[in-house]
C-alpha cells in the first residue's frame, strides 16, 4: 500500500499492492499495523457502512458534530468522484474541498479525518461504497453541508440532473453551519 498525495491536510489517498494472476486478483484493503507505519494513525474502527447508488446520485455533504467519524471510503462496483471538505475553523484550509474518483477498477482509498464532511456522485450506472467508521452513527449529531453551496464551488462531474435526498437538498450553507473548533 502507497499514499498518494492530497491537497487538503489530513486527507490520505491509499493505493494498494494489488497480486493479480489468471485467478483473479488479491490485496489487503485494510492493515492496521501498516495503516499506522504509513500514516501514524491507529484508527479504532467501530462500524462498517456499505451504500449503493445509481448514476448521478450525490450523497453529502455529511459530517457529525460532537461524535465525528474518521472514514475509510472504497468502492467495490462502480466510481464515483469522493469529495471532502475541511471544516476545522483553525485550518488553514477551512471551507476548501477535494475531490478524488474511486472506483472499483483503481482501487483507491480515501480516509477522511474527523472535522470533515464528506459525499460523493456516482460516476458509473451503480456504483456500491464500503466505508469503515471510528465513531457510531449518531442521528443528533449529524449535520448536512449543502452540497451545491456556491460559495464552496465544488466541481461536480455530473452527467445529467443530480438525484439528491430531501435531506440532502435541504443541508445548510457553509456561512450557517456549525463547525469544528
Known sequence: ????PAALGGVLVFEPQVHTDDRGFFFESFNARRFAELTGLKPNFVQDNHSKSVKNVVRGLHYQLARPQGKLVRVV???VFDVVVDLRRDSPSFGRWA???LSAENRRQVWVPPGFAHGF?????SAECLYKVTDYWSP??????LWN?????????????PIVSEKDRAGAPLHAIEVFP
Open 1 to 4: 500500500m502507497r499514499v498518494l
Open 77 to 79: 462496483a462502480g466510481a
Open 99 to 101: 475531490g478524488t474518483e
Open 121 to 125: 456522485v456516482t460516476l458509473s450506472d
Open 140 to 145: 443528533q449529531d449529524e449535520r448536512t453541508l
Open 149 to 161: 453551496d456556491p460559495a464552496l464551488r465544488i466541481d461536480w462531474p455530473l452527467d445529467g440532473p
